[in-house]
């Protein structure tokens, strides 16, 4: 699984939209994917896949990173 961030059409920023999926399978779905408010440009709105890429998932703590415990 892979991180989805997307862009926002109007200020061109990058925005984690807080889930993890398959790029194969997301990539195969239709339309936009979500409605939520993008803290760029104050605005809510419709995100689509065309916007979006994926980083890898997160590996372990680089070293001088602590875990919350």
Not at 15 to 40: V, Y
């Amino acid at each position: 699984m892979a991180q989805v961030i997307t862009r926002c059409r109007l200020t061109g920023h990058y925005m984690f939209m807080g889930m993890d999926a398959d790029p194969k399978e997301f990539k195969q779905s239709l339309g936009t994917f979500a409605r939520k408010f993008c803290p760029f440009c104050s605005c809510e709105h419709f995100w689509y896949k065309e916007d979006s890429k994926f980083l890898a998932a997160a590996s372990e703590p680089g070293p001088g990173v602590r875990q919350a415990g």
